[in-house]
């Protein structure tokens, strides 16, 4: 892709209108040093140095929202569910500090809001806390939440679930949606868990890592030819368009309708979190896409896009002029 090409695409980001569909949560992070061990159990003890000051970002669906407002515009749509409680309400303002459409969230008295702590010391975790219900939802929550699609679907581009198992992703809500999407003509795009992965029959594209790939084709990935069976297994199982399988190190496969399969070198220089980067992925990949890329130049966007967030430690979202910055500066590995 020439300078001219890449600007136009980034340039339609802008005229996208996305929803993200699943698990929102919170990433808080808590940073220390270890100086030494417990006295009372082998556990190192860490000292806080930022606990003043809550560390907080959006994380899960939250963050492939976030991603999409960063590099497209206010008109993305985020739809699931918060607590009813003090974290619920610091996640809805901070979504609302956007500038976006808040209607989507739905406020469910009976499960918390989903907050992973992390404790990080010396730039490494030492251990992570989950708050969470991983129960499906209600069936008062599911409908509000199938209404709100259902109101939005005829003015959509792309519809993505982004499914972490905590509830909001079930056999039942996709039942209810899928067939309606897929009737609207929208894209619809998965990053998917196990419990939920061959629920996603007749989506446009799949966005697996490799131990998602692996449990749904019961292999290990261990190879490139692991790989490319992988992704032709999963495109034929569920009858989707197309495939992107996240293989960490390796960077990418991508593989097509037209049953060509690429094989994209990760754009990543050095890597210090990859918290959060299969957000920025699918998040890039569907902006791409919907502003007129083949999935091929899509997945190379969305792979130099992982590149950048995975500088920082925890959760972030890519910036246009980041993005352009590192394209023009040719970090996108040649096929």
Same mark, same amino acid.
């Given at each position: 892709?020439?300078?001219?090409?890449?600007?136009?695409?980034? $340039?339609?980001?802008?005229?996208?209108?996305?929803?993200?569909?699943? *698990?929102?949560?919170? *990433?808080?992070?808590?940073?220390?040093?270890?100086?030494?061990?417990?006295?009372?159990?082998?556990?190192?003890?860490?000292?806080?140095?930022?606990?003043?000051?809550?560390?907080?970002?959006?994380?899960?669906?939250?963050?492939?929202?976030?991603?999409?407002?960063s590099l497209g515009d206010r008109?993305?749509?985020?739809?699931?569910?918060?607590?009813d409680d003090a974290d619920g309400s610091f996640l809805q303002k901070?979504?609302?500090?956007?500038?976006?459409?808040?209607?989507?969230?739905?406020?469910?008295?009976?499960?918390?809001? %989903?907050?992973?702590?992390?404790?990080?010391?010396?730039?490494?975790?030492? +251990?992570?806390? *989950?708050?969470?219900?991983?129960?499906?939802?209600?069936?008062?929550?599911?409908?509000?939440?199938?209404?709100? +699609?259902?109101?939005?679907?005829?003015?959509?581009?792309?519809?993505?679930?982004?499914?972490? $198992?905590?509830?909001?992703?079930?056999?039942?809500?996709?039942?209810?949606?899928?067939?309606?999407?897929?009737?609207?003509?929208?894209?619809?795009?998965? *990053?998917?868990?196990?419990?939920?992965?061959?629920?996603?029959?007749?989506? %446009?594209?799949?966005?697996?890592?490799?131990?998602?790939?692996?449990?749904?084709?019961?292999?290990?990935?261990?190879?490139?030819?692991?790989?490319?069976?992988?992704?032709?297994?999963?495109?034929?199982?569920?009858?989707?368009?197309?495939?992107?399988?996240?293989?960490?190190?390796?960077?990418?496969?991508?593989?097509?309708?037209?049953?060509?399969?690429?094989?994209?070198?990760?754009?990543?220089?050095?890597?210090?979190?990859?918290?959060? /980067?299969?957000? %920025?992925?699918?998040?890039?990949?569907?902006?791409?896409? %919907?502003?007129?890329?083949?999935? $091929?130049?899509?997945?190379?966007?969305?792979?130099?896009?992982?590149?950048?967030? +995975?500088?920082?430690?925890?959760?972030? /979202?890519?910036?246009?002029?980041?993005?352009?910055?590192?394209?023009?500066?040719?970090?996108?590995? $040649?096929?």
């Amino acid at each position: 892709m020439n300078k001219g090409r890449l600007e136009s695409l980034i $340039e339609s980001f802008r005229k996208r209108r996305i929803m993200v569909v699943g *698990d929102i949560m919170l *990433d808080e992070y808590l940073e220390g040093n270890v100086e030494r061990i417990s006295p009372e159990a082998p556990i190192p003890v860490v000292n806080l140095v930022n606990n003043r000051g809550r560390d907080v970002r959006l994380g899960g669906a939250a963050n492939v929202f976030q991603n999409l407002v960063s590099l497209g515009d206010r008109e993305m749509l985020l739809c699931g569910v918060v607590g009813d409680d003090a974290d619920g309400s610091f996640l809805q303002k901070k979504i609302a500090a956007m500038g976006v459409d808040t209607s989507g969230l739905v406020v469910d008295a009976e499960r918390p809001t %989903t907050v992973k702590t992390r404790i990080i010391a010396h730039n490494q975790q030492v +251990i992570r806390l *989950d708050r969470e219900e991983r129960s499906p939802l209600s069936e008062q929550s599911r409908k509000k939440l199938v209404a709100f +699609i259902q109101k939005k679907l005829g003015s959509l581009d792309a519809l993505i679930f982004s499914d972490y $198992e905590k509830g909001v992703i079930t056999s039942q809500l996709l039942r209810e949606v899928l067939p309606l999407a897929r009737n609207k003509k929208v894209l619809i795009a998965v *990053d998917p868990k196990f419990s939920n992965f061959r629920h996603f029959n007749n989506v %446009t594209i799949v966005v697996p890592n490799r131990k998602e790939a692996s449990g749904f084709i019961r292999h290990e990935i261990n190879s490139d030819d692991d790989a490319l069976m992988a992704a032709h297994t999963i495109k034929e199982s569920l009858c989707c368009e197309c495939v992107l399988l996240k293989l960490g190190e390796r960077g990418m496969l991508i593989a097509d309708s037209n049953d060509k399969k690429v094989f994209i070198e990760t754009a990543a220089e050095q890597v210090y979190d990859v918290t959060g /980067a299969g957000d %920025t992925v699918i998040g890039t990949l569907v902006l791409a896409r %919907t502003a007129g890329a083949s999935w $091929e130049e899509a997945a190379r966007i969305a792979n130099v896009a992982a590149g950048i967030v +995975i500088h920082y430690i925890g959760t972030s /979202a890519v910036t246009t002029d980041q993005l352009k910055r590192a394209l023009i500066e040719n970090r996108m590995p $040649e096929p």
